[in-house]
T-cell receptor, first 113, second 115 residues
Framework: SQTIHQWPATLVQPVGSPLSLECTVE??????LYWYRQAAGRGLQLLFY??????ISSEVPQNLSASRPQDRQFILSSKKLLLSDSGFYLC????????????FGPGTRLTVT | AQSVTQLGSHVSVSEGALVLLRCNYS??????LFWYVQYPNQGLQLLLK??????LVKGINGFEAEFKKSETSFHLTKPSAHMSDAAEYFC?????????????FGTGTSLTVIP
């Protein structure tokens, strides 16, 4: 079975500062990867997904960006954080052999002050 | 297009009472349906799933859900609530086949269990 690691677990950043969140996956190769954001009271919002190295699709226009430099690495970035970027960020990939099912990482709690 | 509606953002039940969390879906193709549970500051954990087999699906921790096509519903139930069931619950839909980016989540229901 696969394992998703997210780093860091928690982060407090001032408005206007840059952001880099990392997601790495073990136990599977060439997975589809997803970034979700969970804001208070708003459920899960799909931000980006990637079907392979260098391939990124954006679901919601915003000041965030994503990159996939390696097969099992997915990075979420921002050049200048906004207060509205606060939330819980989750990385996900399909469960092995079941592309219709999402498996989630432990998440990163981001607080923008 | 697919979408999910969870009725009730907050549900409170007494310990030992029936848990009922509601989920209605909209899908233009036969859906796969899921319930996920999230404990504070943790990722989502799959609770159970419907993938076009039996309409009554049993999951972990004593939860079950019934797929009702005529009602476009997939409500989550548990006969007797336990304190450890307090968490956020998300219903989700995925079309089949899934080309890779089509997962739709409800806004979640926060379950409180009163001792």
């Amino acid at each position: 079975s696969q394992t998703i690691h997210q780093w860091p677990a928690t982060l407090v950043q001032p408005v206007g500062s840059p952001l880099s969140l990392e997601c790495t996956v073990e136990g599977t190769s060439n997975p589809n990867l997803y970034w979700y954001r969970q804001a208070a009271g708003r459920g899960l919002q799909l931000l980006f997904y990637s079907v392979g190295i260098g391939q990124i699709s954006s679901e919601v226009p915003q000041n965030l960006s994503a990159s996939r430099p390696q097969d099992r690495q997915f990075i979420l970035s921002s050049k200048k954080l906004l207060l509205s970027d606060s939330g819980f960020y989750l990385c996900a990939c399909p469960s092995p052999g079941r592309t219709y099912e999402q498996y989630f990482g432990p998440g990163t709690r981001l607080t923008v002050t | 297009a697919q979408s999910v509606t969870q009725l009730g953002s907050h549900v409170s039940v007494s310990e030992g009472a029936l848990v009922l969390l509601r989920c209605n879906y909209s899908s233009s193709v036969p859906p796969y349906l899921f319930w996920y549970v999230q404990y504070p500051n943790q990722g989502l954990q799959l609770l159970l799933k419907y993938t076009s087999a039996a309409t009554l699906v049993k999951g972990i921790n004593g939860f079950e859900a019934e797929f009702k096509k005529s009602e476009t519903s997939f409500h989550l139930t548990k006969p007797s609530a336990h304190m450890s069931d307090a968490a956020e619950y998300f219903c989700a839909v995925s079309p089949h086949p899934n080309t890779g980016n089509q997962f739709y989540f409800g806004t979640g229901t926060s379950l409180t269990v009163i001792p």
